[in-house]
């Protein structure tokens, strides 16, 4: 069973930067995708980006391409999430989900999710 932990979420004026972490202790090899997704208040949870594991192939969503970077630190077993330019409507929840790779950019079909972690960025 996977457990991602996410930390690294805080505050910050638009513009500025904070990189996310998530830990995922535990590993099943058929949930070989991490992925990271945010939900703001009044709506939807939505999926931000995805790395498949093994590949090291990324996903963005169109919203954070060229702005946001999904990396890996297979030593650690930690996923990252460089967050550069940030704008108000970046403000969310941030969760880290360990999910199996037909799944990887989908909020739906399972997987292991984190507790998420709170990015608010003010104008």
């Known amino acids: 069973q996977v457990q991602p932990v996410e930390s690294g979420g805080g505050s910050v004026q638009a513009g500025g930067s904070l990189r996310l972490s998530c830990a995922a202790s535990?590993?099943?090899?058929?949930?070989?995708?991490m992925g990271w997704f945010r939900q703001a208040p009044g709506k939807e949870r939505e999926w931000v980006a995805s790395?498949?594991?093994?590949?090291?192939?990324?996903l963005y969503t169109d919203s954070v391409k060229e702005r946001f970077t999904i990396s890996q630190d297979n030593a650690k077993r930690t996923v990252y999430l460089q967050m550069n330019s940030l704008k108000p409507e970046d403000t969310a929840m941030y969760y880290c989900?360990?999910?199996?790779?037909?799944?990887?950019?989908?909020?739906?079909?399972?997987?292991?999710w984190g507790q998420g972690t709170q990015v608010t960025v003010s104008s």
């Open positions: 989900a360990a999910k199996k790779p037909q799944y990887c950019t989908l909020v739906a079909g399972g997987g292991y």
């Open positions: 535990g590993y099943t090899y058929s949930y070989d995708c």
């Open positions: 790395i498949y594991l093994a590949a090291g192939n990324t």
